[in-house]
């Protein structure tokens, strides 16, 4: 787990067994993890006005001062569990609307991240693709910003794509994406061009984990996402001689651990089934 993601989960933990506390939203997008503070009873909840609870906690995806201001209007005690790579991405954005440019974020606009940085705004764009950018009005000043776990690669491209469209244009690109997101996209590659199959351990909502699998997909022709070790299939280590795993900055070590033994396991088994194979055949026979 990243850093901010594991700090977030301490503290939830921790203000659950002094008080009884809701979370704005999931605080991470991994069930496993969500499933475990419920078990603690700790609630979580999309929308403030339903909230029970006197401590809401914001996740470490962060959120809009709007979404602050209306738990803060209801009398509630408001916990920050925001990661600081987020904060640093907000305070970025502010300050380029502050200068005079127009916010451009790099990043999935349906995403709580993005939605975070973006709900306080008059206006702005969001892109994620070519398509997004040609869709954009030309301004004299751009600012832009992107969601802390998008590729770097892509974030670069996309900056090119605005720089060309606008040659007119001042724009000022601030990188946000965050050194974990960047470090372990770098290993994913590394990871998936020595690999015949790479696993990628971690939610079905989380956007690292989604880029992982694109990124290890154009260096390996065999990815799969799996959320838990259930997932595995044995079909897909068919004559694989080397299996990657890597994981999302919000999966749990133990996850990791038992879809690596269940790796494990296949492979034990695979080889029992091929040696009991090889004795069964024929013995050729000596010369006469």
């Not at 709007?66 to 209801?74: K, S």
């Not at 044995?234 to 749990?252: F, H, M, N, Q």
């Not at 029992?272 to 069964?280: F, G, Y």
């Amino acid at each position: 787990m990243c850093f901010g993601v594991r700090d977030a989960i301490t503290l939830a933990r921790q203000t659950a067994q002094h008080e009884p506390l809701t979370i704005l939203g999931d605080l991470v997008h991994n069930e496993t993890v969500l499933g475990e503070l419920r078990a603690r009873g700790i609630r979580i909840q999309s929308d403030a006005r339903e909230v029970a609870t006197q401590t809401v906690m914001i996740t470490a995806h962060g959120a809009s001062e709007r979404r602050r201001n209306a738990v803060r209007e209801r009398g509630l005690n408001v916990i920050e569990a925001t990661c600081p790579l987020v904060h640093l991405a907000h305070q970025a954005v502010a300050k380029l609307v502050l200068e005079g440019f127009h916010p451009v974020i790099i990043g999935r606009r349906d995403h709580v991240e993005v939605r975070g940085l973006t709900e306080d705004l008059g206006e702005f764009d969001v892109v994620l693709s070519e398509a997004d950018v040609l869709r954009i009005k030309e301004r004299p000043r751009f600012g832009v910003a992107a969601q802390t776990t998008q590729p770097i690669e892509r974030v670069r491209q996309l900056v090119g794509l605005i720089r060309h469209r606008f040659p007119n244009s001042e724009v000022r690109f601030v990188d946000t994406v965050c050194q974990p997101t960047k470090q372990r996209q770098n290993a994913a590659i590394e990871l998936a061009q020595q690999s015949d199959v790479v696993i990628v351990i971690g939610g079905a909502q989380s956007n690292n984990t989604h880029e992982l699998v694109r990124t290890c997909s154009r260096y390996c022709e065999r990815v799969h996402h799996v959320q838990t070790a259930a997932d595995v299939q044995p079909d897909w280590l068919a004559e694989a001689r080397t299996v990657g795993i890597t994981a999302g900055t919000s999966t749990p070590d133990n996850l990791i651990d038992e879809v690596e033994s269940r790796l494990g396991e296949i492979s034990r088994i695979r080889e029992t089934v091929l040696e009991a194979h090889s004795t069964m055949q024929p013995q050729p026979q000596g010369a006469i």
